[in-house]
């Protein structure tokens, strides 16, 4: 059993790594006046030309059973944009649940709904489940 855990905690710290990739947004707004008009009122015109995907995330977690579990639930959602016109969005709700036992293991759980809109695609939607199980040296 004591050596089968190292193994394991191992195994787990190499293939649950994931490195996060940046993406790039642009964002590129255009305004002019109306026919060189500046008398009251003044007529704007406002182009949006932002590509990329933006939109709010809000998220709750607590500490309970002094601090042996912690739990949380989060939602975001994303809209896509290309050259300032909404292409899609992206909505996910996320709970997760770790527990701690003999104060270095973790096991953990989180869920994600994710729903996926876009004008060129059919709606889709995913449920993930994530069991995990980390060793804090």
Known sequence: MK???PLLSLFFLL???YQEQSVPVLI???????E??????VRISL?????????????????LFENKVNA?????????TANGTPTGNI?????????TFWKKHVLSIVLIN?????QERDTAKDFTTTCAYSYRF
């Open 47 to 63: 182009l949006n030309r932002t590509t990329g995907a933006y939109g709010p995330t809000m998220g709750v977690s607590a500490n």
């Open 91 to 99: 909505t996910n709700f996320r709970c997760n649940a770790s527990y």
């Open 114 to 118: 994710q729903r996926r809109q876009s």
């Open 15 to 17: 293939f649950s790594c």
């Open 28 to 34: 590129d707004f255009s305004v002019t006046v109306d």
């Open 72 to 80: 949380g639930i989060s939602a975001a959602y994303n809209t896509n």
């Open 36 to 41: 060189n008009d500046y008398t009251v009122p």
């Open 3 to 5: 050596t089968i855990l």
